[in-house]
């Protein structure tokens, strides 16, 4: 068991986390979740390096814990010439190859008695692992993530998805004590991201994972840790039925918002009367009424119930557009083919219009980016992008957007924004309050600087726009957000994601690369596609009602129909329970 004791923790900027207690316990495969920004990879980094930091509070761990990692921002060693069966043998390997040099010292040495300690330190460390079955270790877990095909290829030549999968198995053949992912599936593509699944479903430690990938969150978990507003809520079991106890604590708390605003509303306005009627009559009774009646209005102020935890404050993105171009071809690609070191893409041929909202899907390593990024600079006499279009592009690799040493001030005055209050009031719509208009860029999480990355996008007022997986890094409210800002825009897009709820959500069609060309499908055809390999028959069809009955509560909670909000829970537990 691992135990966080009122845990405390500040930046200078801001607070990140205040007397937070959580418990993680043998099989426990806990979400860690909460909005971007919240501090989620500090904690984590801090159960990994207490000694880095000055925090209050206990954290109770056993020192001879083994703890393995992924972090988000893993990096492809292209020079890395060894293959992937090599590469996930190390550990074994580097344990095998002590063992052999302690025996050989054994044979010479009369230091016999040290030796030995040192070769039954070995030795429990070689059975920590699995030692004597390691390799089939390996293959097991290669075979578990549809990857035994990449055995024999070297590590440098592997796509980011698949480097990202082979680093998640390397760390679990490990055999740590808690298994820590800091947003594992990020960029990966359908199917990688089902093999995620797989390993994660099937490993048997303690895990702790930052997502925020519906996909995982809804097939995962038996833990839920939410940090938000510098407070934390644990919940054991599934996160679609923490999502539903969090609205059934929304509409019970808004109820006794309410009815705690009706009854101050109506001792105000006793108070009002009870003050003119003193005016006019200086009466002694009539000024103690007047008194106990103030006293009795400031306990009600006093006591009335905070806003709720659950009352999660989702951003305002909007795509802003200054010029629309009527229902015409907006960006047209003739025959064009695609190379990155090798040939990714051959004889291509696509059309967008103006209006049109379209996601861009295929394999890692297919040639999505490099497309995007040939039609972005547009100096490639194949693609066509209309006279009067405007385009901005949002990049998977934000440094390639954002400069890192500049303050979030400065990076939207350079946007166009001039004024320190208009550029204060416009971020505030994207999650970024308080003095962190002066906090450098690199001191961002990924999911502030993703957030950032759409709110120059949205200050560009393009009409068309080029984005490359958006929704990556940024948490679920913000994902939904995002969508609701698509589904809004009177511009075109085209968008790369490997985020399927986005693309069902808000698409108009898909353009798939399969064999090195693209052809377009059906946002119902996609569907079908993804049914047959990644669903359960009719789960989508679940999840649409389940959301067409959320949004029915929303609008009863707005009215304060908590009569309606109420039945309409009942009927969402109905719909979970089948999900």
């Given at each position: ?19 937070i207690?959580?418990t ?15 501090g ?25 814990c ?8 893993s ?11 090599e ?22 040495s ?8 040192e070769?039954?330190?070995a ?17 097991k877990k ?35 004590n808690?298994m ?14 089902n093999?995620l699944?797989n ?11 930052i ?24 919940f ?29 509303e109506?001792n ?41 935890f ?22 047209k690609v003739n025959s ?23 996601a ?34 949002l990049?998977?690799?934000q ?9 979030i001030?400065?990076?939207?005055f350079?946007?166009g924004?001039?004024?320190?209050d ?17 906090q ?40 939904m ?5 698509i ?11 490997h ?6 959500n808000?698409m ?8 090195k ?11 079908k ?5 990644y ?40 719909l979970?329970k089948?999900?």
């Amino acid at each position: 068991m691992i135990k966080v004791n009122n845990l405390s923790y500040s930046f200078p900027q801001k607070d990140l986390f205040k007397n937070i207690s959580f418990t993680l316990e043998d099989g426990q495969h806990c979400a860690f979740v909460g909005t971007s920004g919240s501090g989620k990879s500090t904690l984590i980094d801090i159960l990994m390096n207490p000694e880095k930091y000055t925090y209050d509070g206990e954290i109770d761990m056993e020192p001879t814990c083994r703890v393995g990692y992924v972090s988000q921002f893993s990096q492809l060693d292209k020079t890395k010439e060894t293959t992937v069966f090599e590469y996930l043998l190390e550990e074994f390997t580097k344990v095998q190859n002590e063992i052999t040099s302690i025996c050989t010292a054994m044979e010479t040495s009369s230091e016999i008695d040290s030796l030995l300690e040192e070769y039954q330190l070995a030795l429990d460390v070689f059975d920590s692992i699995g030692g004597e079955d390691f390799e089939s270790n390996v293959n097991k877990k290669l075979n578990l993530a549809n990857l035994t095909k990449l055995k024999h290829q070297r590590v440098s030549e592997l796509s980011g998805g698949e480097f990202k999968l082979i680093q998640v198995i390397k760390e679990m053949l490990s055999s740590p004590n808690l298994m820590i992912m800091d947003e594992p599936e990020v960029f990966l593509d359908f199917d990688n991201l089902n093999s995620l699944r797989n390993l994660i479903n099937n490993h048997k430690g303690i895990m702790l994972i930052i997502t925020h990938n519906r996909y995982l969150l809804n097939h995962c978990f038996n833990k839920i840790i939410h940090l938000e507003n510098m407070e934390l809520q644990e919940f054991n079991g599934r996160y679609l039925d923490y999502n539903l106890t969090l609205l059934q604590s929304k509409i019970e708390l808004q109820e006794i918002t309410a009815a705690e605003n009706e009854e101050i509303e109506r001792n105000e306005d006793v108070v009002i009367n009870l003050r003119k009627i003193a005016t006019f009559n200086a009466d002694a009774s009539r000024g103690k009424a007047l008194k106990a009646r103030v006293k009795y209005l400031e306990r009600l102020e006093a006591r009335k119930i905070k806003a709720p935890f659950v009352d999660i404050k989702q951003p305002n993105i909007s795509f802003d557009i200054e010029d629309e171009i009527e229902d015409t071809v907006v960006l047209k690609v003739n025959s064009c083919s695609i190379a990155f070191d090798e040939l990714l893409l051959e004889n291509v041929n696509f059309e967008i219009k103006s209006t049109d909202k379209v996601a861009l899907v295929g394999s890692n390593g297919t040639g999505k980016t490099t497309l995007l990024r040939e039609i972005y600079k547009n100096n490639n006499d194949l693609i066509e992008i209309n006279d009067n279009a405007k385009v901005a592009y949002l990049s998977q690799l934000q440094g390639e957007r954002l400069n890192e040493s500049n303050t979030i001030f400065e990076e939207l005055f350079d946007a166009g924004l001039k004024t320190y209050d208009d550029i204060r009031s416009y971020i505030s719509n994207y999650g970024f309050e308080g003095e962190i208009l002066n906090q450098k860029i690199e001191e961002l999480s990924g999911g502030e600087k993703n957030m950032l990355q759409l709110a120059k996008v949205s200050a560009s007022k393009a009409n068309l726009l080029l984005l490359d997986e958006p929704t990556s890094h940024l948490d679920t409210y913000s994902q939904m957000a995002l969508e609701k800002a698509i589904q809004n825009y009177k511009g075109a897009i085209l968008m790369i994601s490997h985020d399927f709820y986005t693309i069902a959500n808000c698409m108009d069609y898909v353009l798939i690369i399969e064999d090195k060309t693209i052809r377009q499908i059906s946002i119902r055809k996609f569907r079908k596609m993804i049914y047959a390999s990644y669903f359960d028959k009719d789960y989508l069809e679940i999840e649409q009602k389940k959301k067409l009955v959320e949004t029915k509560i929303e609008l009863a909670l707005k009215d304060n129909n908590f009569v309606r909000a109420n039945k309409l829970c009942l009927e969402l537990e109905d719909l979970i329970k089948m999900l």
